[in-house]
């Protein structure tokens, strides 16, 4: 598995596969409120880092933080469970860190060493020191 920074050029194609990854869930509100360029353009211009893996040239896995925060995480259903969210986010990540996840999601961030501090019908805030 290859992990690196995509470049401004690449988002819009990464962002279609995270939208595809988030099929069945909203997603973060700003992949689904703007267009792909315009996206891109944002992300760029307010200094947003988006880290993908790849596996056999293939984009399986994004992460979109910036100031220690995670804005989207996703990997393709069938490389789900083998260790690429969690190698993505130690990769992408080094300091502390937080998160705003669904409760599905929440097993997966204890596992990589967050803690829960605040529970909202909505969704769990998560930080990881
Ligand atoms: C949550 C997610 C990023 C985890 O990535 P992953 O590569 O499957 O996770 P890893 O293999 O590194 O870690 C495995 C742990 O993640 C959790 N996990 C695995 N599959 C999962 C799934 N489909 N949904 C939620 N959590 C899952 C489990 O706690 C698992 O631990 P276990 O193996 O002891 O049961 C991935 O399942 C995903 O993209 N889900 C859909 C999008 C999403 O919900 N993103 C989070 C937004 S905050």
Redesign the pocket.
């Known amino acids: 598995m290859n992990i690196r920074v995509i470049t401004k050029q690449e988002i819009p194609a990464t962002l279609t596969n995270l939208k595809k990854?988030?099929k069945d869930?909203q997603?973060?509100p700003f992949i689904r409120e703007h267009t792909k360029e315009e996206i891109a353009e944002k992300l760029v211009r307010d200094g947003y880092k988006v880290v993908s893996a790849f596996e056999n040239g293939g984009e399986i896995?994004t992460v979109i933080l910036k100031d220690g925060k995670?804005y989207?995480?996703?990997?393709?259903?069938y490389?789900?469970?083998?260790?690429?969210?969690?190698?993505?986010?130690s990769e992408a990540v080094k300091g502390p860190c937080s998160?705003?996840?669904?409760k599905?999601?929440v097993?997966?961030?204890?596992?990589?060493g967050f803690v829960i501090e605040e529970e909202t019908p909505a969704y769990t805030r998560m930080k990881k020191r």
């Open positions: 990854i988030f869930q997603g973060p896995a995670i989207a995480l996703g990997v393709k259903d490389a789900r469970g083998r260790g690429v969210g969690s190698t993505l986010l998160v705003n996840c669904l599905e999601t097993p997966f961030y204890l596992k990589n």
